[in-house]
């Protein structure tokens, strides 16, 4: 079955730098990517979403990447603030399948 | 405002004594579905469902049921709650999945503790 994993459970970076998160998953019929953020006591949030016809994707001080080749995405956070500090999870999904695959999380710590 | 909302937040029952989750969406949205949270295990779905009177079982749908006899609402039910489900509860919902779109909107959680 479909498995997703985040490389580093905790990440630790500066107040201002840029973060960067990663991912890999196992389905190569993934066509679907998500980066979810969860903050203490809340429920996801959805970051951004990626299609794996690209390999880029743009938002709000936020970037993903996708690298089908070897089965990686990753997301990027410019200038860390404090309140970017959360848990982050990356999902894929196959078109018409309605469960996607979570991975277990990757800990942001921003320190000031 | 646009939300999902989860009711109770914090609950803590005993084995064999049926429960019910309730989730409720103010978005019109087709898709809803429920997932644990688990430590080391990340997030897993249980059930969805695609529309009214449309359900079906996810990864880990043992020991629950649901509903969905309006668009709004998708209670989680446990007939005989037991240990191993002491576990974080997310609703979530999104508009639809044929549409492709995949940004799912997620309730606060509820704590289950079964003892």
């Known amino acids: 079955g479909e498995s997703v994993g985040l490389h580093l459970p905790t990440l630790s970076v500066q107040e201002g730098d840029n973060s960067i998160i990663n991912c890999a998953y196992s389905?190569?019929?993934?066509?679907?990517f998500i980066w979810y953020k969860q903050e203490s006591g809340k429920g996801p949030q959805f970051i951004i979403d990626?299609?794996?016809?690209?390999d880029k994707r743009q938002g709000q001080r936020v970037t993903v990447l996708l690298n089908k080749t070897v089965k990686h995405l990753s997301l990027q956070i410019a200038a860390t603030q404090p309140g970017d500090s959360a848990v982050y999870f990356c999902?894929?999904?196959?078109?018409?399948?309605?469960?996607?695959?979570f991975g277990r999380g990757t800990s942001l710590i921003v320190h000031p | 405002e646009a939300q999902v909302t989860q009711n109770p937040r914090y609950l803590i029952t005993v084995t064999g004594k049926k429960l019910t989750v309730t989730c409720s969406q103010n978005m019109n949205h087709e898709y809803m579905s429920w997932y644990r949270q688990d430590p080391g295990l990340g997030l897993r779905q249980i059930y969805y469902s695609m529309n009214v009177e449309v359900t079906d079982k996810g990864d880990v749908p043992e020991g629950y049921k649901v509903s969905r006899k309006e668009k709004r609402n998708f209670p989680l039910i446990l007939e005989s709650p037991s240990p191993n489900q002491t576990s974080l509860y997310f609703c979530?919902?999104?508009?639809?999945?044929?549409?492709?779109?995949?940004?799912?909107?997620f309730g606060q959680g509820t704590r289950l503790t079964v003892v």
């Open positions: 990626i299609r794996s016809n690209m």
């Open positions: 979530a919902s999104s508009l639809s999945h044929t549409t492709g779109n995949t940004e799912a909107f």
């Open positions: 389905n190569s019929a993934s066509d679907y």
């Open positions: 999902a894929a999904g196959r078109r018409g399948s309605y469960i996607p695959t």
